[in-house]
């Protein structure tokens, strides 16, 4: 999986595959490039047409498919991308100052994200008109 946008990435979980069941493990400064200090999960999505659609000023996450698969699109301002997340193994980085959605979601998709910090709303980009006005300024 090759990036292409600005202030990401593809980060890997270590697995352990195995009959009785599947392991994926995720470690702050470790695999994961950044301390880990809020985890959530999103389910239930296949009624929803897209989730994200924002930007954070300085909070970066990883986010996953831990289960189904789901496309995550990209955006740094100058540079798009679309990427279909279908291995709970590999993940994206969203760093800060990168315009995000999810959408296309299969039934059984479950979307896992680890966090640098805790959730503060004055983090958020929540219009594109806001995203670019911040990337001008900064
Ligand atoms: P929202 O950011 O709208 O979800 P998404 O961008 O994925 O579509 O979050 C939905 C609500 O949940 C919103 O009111 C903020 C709240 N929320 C928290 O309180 N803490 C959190 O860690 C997150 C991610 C969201």
Redesign the pocket.
């Known amino acids: 999986m090759e990036i292409k946008v600005k202030n990401s990435g593809v980060a890997k979980l270590s697995s352990w595959k195995e009959p009785r069941g599947n392991l994926f493990v995720a470690e702050g400064d470790r695999n994961i490039p950044f301390p880990i200090r ?1 985890i ?1 999960f ?1 389910n239930n999505l296949e009624h ?1 047409e ?5 930007a954070h000023k300085a909070l970066t996450q990883a986010i996953f498919a831990a289960n189904g698969s789901f496309v995550l699109g990209l955006d740094d301002g100058e540079t798009k991308q679309e990427v279909l997340l279908n291995n709970p193994e590999e993940g994206i980085i969203l760093g800060p100052m990168l315009w995000h ?2 959408r296309q979601f299969s039934k059984d998709c479950v979307i896992l ?1 680890l ?1 640098s910090d ?2 503060s ?1 004055s983090d ?1 980009l ?1 219009t594109y008109d806001q995203f670019l006005e911040f990337l001008r300024k900064s």
């Open positions: 809020r959530y999103m929803a897209f989730r994200g659609d924002h959605n999810m994200v966090a805790y959730y709303e958020y929540r």
